[in-house]
Every structure is written in structure tokens, then in C-alpha cells.
């Protein structure tokens, strides 16, 4: 499977608690995103990866919300002292990232429920 | 800020005819135009797209309409199959920010 791989597929945890999930782009694609969707909502922007420089994070969501790509292959997203209101589907996706396309490609993505 | 917009929750459509689907943004620096499609469980999936400096892309039996005027655009399936029941997003992207809408549920009747 050449696709958008994201790690886990559902988590589970307590409020307060840390968590982290990983998503490893299509190999050739040197741009990685972030997006938040809830229920009845569109993938809402949180921040973006070229190679491993992050270019934009001004749209994450709070300081408990960070992102980290260091080798510019895989990325992980990290949400400390969770919340209730963090419960949403975290979606991945990478792009090539030439010229003005940018057509990006999606994970499936990991719920994450905060109890 | 909601840049991009779906007004329409929901459509549904009769099998073999047409569905469009309607998207409207505010920001006039857009140029760039997507369509995806999501099944449950799975993430978006690219669909079609067009550029800023056409006002028609077709690929099959979708074709994608913008009005840069009107700042609207139509994502137009014809004929409408019980497979595209699903949901349908438009995104566009300025700089470094990237705008989804949110999202029109297609159903097909057979």
C-alpha cells in the first residue's frame, strides 16, 4: 500500500492524559498536513510540513497542540493534557507540493475520543 | 472564518440523473479549486479540480463549474450513480492556509 498511512486508527484516552499519532506520507511527497474534523464539519487546517521545516502553524489549535516532521519522512502530532473537546478525527495528508495543483492526499485518520 | 461554504447538507438524487453540488467562497485570492469525495471510515479522496484562470474542467462524468464573479462553483455529476453516494467537499488554499467547506451529502436512489 503506496497511500497515506496513519497510526492508530482509534485512540482512546483519559482527559489530561498525552498522545501522540503518526502518519507516514506517500514516499515522493515532500509536503505533509495536519487536519482536525468533527462531526458534521470539513477537515479543518492545523499546520503544514515541507520536508521538515513546518511552515505554518499558526492555525493549531493551542499551545497543547504540537507537530514534529524531522526527517521530513513521517510526522507525528502530539496533543498534551487532553480535553474533552479535542475528541475529533485527526486526518493526515501529503502532497507533492509542485507548482500551483497542491492535490492533496488524505489518510484515513485517527479518532481520537477523550473521556 | 469561514472561507469556503456548502450551504446544502444534503442532496439526494434519482439514479442516472444529474447531481450538483454547489460551493461558494469570500476570499478573492483563491485561484486554485478542489473537489473530494469521503466514505465513511476512509479519508477524503481527490476527485477534480480547476484553476482560476478557466471556468469549466471536466473528467468523465464530473465536471466542475466557476463563476470567479460570483465566487461560486458546481461540482456537476452526470449520470449520477448509486457508488457516488457519499460525502462531497470543495477546498481552496491561499499562501500557506488551506479552506475545506463543509461538505454536502450526496444520496443516489436507485
Known amino acids: 500500500d503506496t497511500g497515506v498511512s496513519q497510526n492508530p486508527r482509534h485512540k482512546i484516552t483519559k482527559r489530561g492524559q498525552n498522545v501522540t499519532f503518526r502518519c507516514d506520507p506517500i514516499?515522493?511527497?515532500?509536503?505533509l498536513y495536519w487536519y482536525r474534523q468533527t462531526l458534521g464539519q470539513g477537515p479543518e487546517f492545523l499546520t503544514y510540513?515541507?520536508?521538515?521545516?513546518?511552515?505554518?502553524k499558526s492555525r493549531l489549535l493551542s499551545d497543547r497542540f504540537s507537530a514534529e516532521r524531522p526527517k521530513g519522512s513521517f510526522s507525528t502530532l502530539e496533543i498534551q493534557r487532553t480535553e474533552q473537546g479535542d475528541s475529533a478525527m485527526y486526518l493526515c495528508?501529503?502532497?507533492?507540493?509542485?507548482?500551483?495543483?497542491?492535490?492533496?492526499?488524505f489518510g484515513a485518520g485517527t479518532r481520537l475520543s477523550v473521556l | 472564518d469561514q472561507q469556503v461554504k456548502q450551504n446544502s447538507p444534503s442532496l439526494s438524487v434519482q439514479e442516472g440523473r444529474i447531481s450538483i453540488l454547489n460551493c461558494d467562497y469570500t476570499n478573492s485570492m483563491f485561484d486554485y479549486f478542489l473537489w473530494y469525495k469521503k466514505y465513511p471510515a476512509e479519508g477524503p479522496t481527490f476527485l477534480i479540480s480547476?484553476?482560476?484562470?478557466?471556468d469549466k474542467n471536466e473528467d468523465g462524468r464530473f465536471t466542475v463549474f466557476l463563476n470567479k464573479s460570483a465566487k461560486h462553483l458546481s461540482l456537476h455529476i452526470v449520470p449520477s450513480q448509486p457508488g457516488d453516494s457519499a460525502v462531497y467537499f470543495c477546498?481552496?488554499?491561499?499562501?500557506?492556509?488551506?479552506?475545506f467547506g463543509t461538505g454536502t451529502s450526496l444520496t443516489v436512489i436507485p
Open positions: 480547476i484553476s482560476s484562470i478557466k
Open positions: 495528508a501529503s502532497s507533492l507540493g509542485v507548482g500551483g495543483k497542491n492535490i492533496q492526499y
Open positions: 477546498a481552496s488554499f491561499t499562501g500557506n492556509q488551506f479552506y
Open positions: 510540513f515541507q520536508n521538515e521545516a513546518q511552515l505554518e
Open positions: 514516499s515522493e511527497h515532500n509536503r
